[in-house]
């Protein structure tokens, strides 16, 4: 049975994969369209299922409270990218540009979440713990 690092790492790899094919797509084409609204389930999907069951248990923690609130601002500065991309042509040169923004700024975040605050919350949430909150995590995804 899968923890709840192993949980989100997959979901991480996904969006990784995502993110690696976007930015190789050019104009407004069928493949950039299905793969962007992939990618935009993907990272809302994702965001409401980890802010319920990584973060919401750890901000109640002294030792990963400010971790939590920096993972949370994150997927808010990640939804104003995507907002910003929502209102770009797919055709335009500058939606190339921000999908390169956003790639930038989730890779941060799974970068910093994978060998940073994992670490932590490690520390903090029981065994038991951990495996329930990927059952649920897993439930919200819909996996």
Known sequence: MNNIF?????SHEKQRLL??????????SSARREFYNELKHELEQHAIAEE???YAPLIEQDKTIEMSRHGIAE???????????DDTDFSSPG???TMRSLKHKVSHHLE???HRFFQMAGKVLT???KHTLAEQYNKEMSY
């Open 6 to 10: 192993d949980t989100l790492r997959e």
């Open 95 to 97: 939606w190339l540009t």
């Open 127 to 129: 065994e038991q713990q």
């Open 19 to 28: 993110l690696d094919t976007l930015v190789s797509t050019t104009g407004d």
């Open 112 to 114: 910093e979440e994978e």
């Open 75 to 85: 997927h808010h500065a990640i939804d104003k990218i995507i907002a910003q991309l």
């Open 52 to 54: 319920r069951y990584f």
